[in-house]
């Protein structure tokens, strides 16, 4: 596999990069990973991996005594909500490391992502490329083509601006990130059976007393439904203060987790709300982030008829 190290996917007067690396098999992945943790060591640059977790240990062999120099994450618990990874992940790493140019390997899709996870991943990948637009940052995003579907891999092409595999690099000719952000901003389908409750300004406590209680009868652990109820408690103050004043509370049990959606008439116009540090959030969104961050998945649905965002904590 020959891959372009020193400064890869980069477009022309960016120093942002967002390659995707498409690869088969171990060897091919180590020949598109180590290359690109070695180049940025010796330019200097922090470099951060945040992987599934056997992957992690397949590159920490295959670096030898290298690897002390990296910052490693399991992407399956750091970016078990895909909603996360850019503030708590990206963000973060680059965020510690502001003045100078690092290097991120982010794989956030893998073979056992969900169908309900997977459209929170795709606009993921999408966002990436708002989020970092201008930075001096490179985030090589693996995937795995004989694992995953044509699907992901289409949606690859266009969340990436250059694509790597066994033939080099080239320019992404689908590269359309606004498209998949709004191709999986679809009505979210609906339950077969939930428990509902309607609330305004005044019924804030009621509803987080609502949700958490049946969170409990559903078998969410204690220290799960705490943090829950913090979710809600952000979710509604944001109906009810930039949601139209009111909104409604579903909550219901869902392939080994229990879920909670919060609706209401606002509409969110920021694709980047909740994805932001706190402090850098000029259009609001902290309310969000902090559901991202406590939360195991986030979907969101918005549009002019009002916005639904669902909140799964696993079982």
Not at 201 to 224: E, M, S, T
């Amino acid at each position: 596999m020959r891959v372009p190290c020193a400064h890869p996917g980069a477009p022309p007067g960016d120093p942002f990069a967002h390659p995707a690396l498409f690869y088969r098999g171990d060897e091919e992945y180590l020949a598109g990973t180590v290359p690109f943790i070695r180049a940025g060591h010796d330019a200097g640059e922090p470099v951060a991996v945040a992987v599934p977790g056997p992957r992690l240990e397949a590159l920490r062999a295959a670096l030898g005594a290298s690897a002390d120099r990296v910052s490693w994450l399991d992407m399956s618990e750091a970016g078990r909500n895909p909603g996360r990874i850019i503030p708590g992940v990206l963000r973060e790493f680059a965020d510690r490391h502001a003045a100078r140019r690092v290097r991120i390997i982010g794989e956030p899709i893998w073979a056992g992502r969900s169908d309900t996870e997977y459209p929170a991943c795709a606009q993921h990948e999408a966002l990436i490329n708002l989020a970092f637009e201008g930075r001096n940052v490179a985030i090589l995003c693996p995937y795995d083509v004989a694992a995953l579907s044509p699907v992901v891999i289409a949606d690859a092409h266009a969340t990436h601006p250059v694509v790597i595999d066994r033939d080099g690099e080239r320019a992404s000719g689908d590269y359309a990130p606004h498209r998949v952000i709004a191709a999986y901003n679809l009505p979210l389908p609906e339950p077969p059976l939930a428990y509902r409750m309607d609330f305004d300004l005044d019924g804030l406590l009621r509803v987080r007393d609502f949700a958490c209680g049946w969170a409990a009868r559903l078998g969410l652990a204690p220290r799960a439904v705490d943090d829950l109820e913090i979710a809600v408690n952000e979710l509604a103050s944001n109906s009810c203060l930039h949601g139209g004043g009111s909104g409604t509370v579903r909550v219901w049990a869902e392939d080994g987790s229990v879920v909670c959606e919060v609706r209401d008439a606002g509409t969110i116009t920021d694709p980047l709300a909740g994805r932001r540090p706190a402090n850098m959030s000029p259009h609001g969104g902290r309310g969000i982030l902090l559901v991202n961050h406590l939360a195991d998945l986030v979907r969101v649905h918005t549009g002019p008829a009002g916005t639904a965002i669902r909140v799964y904590m696993r079982l």
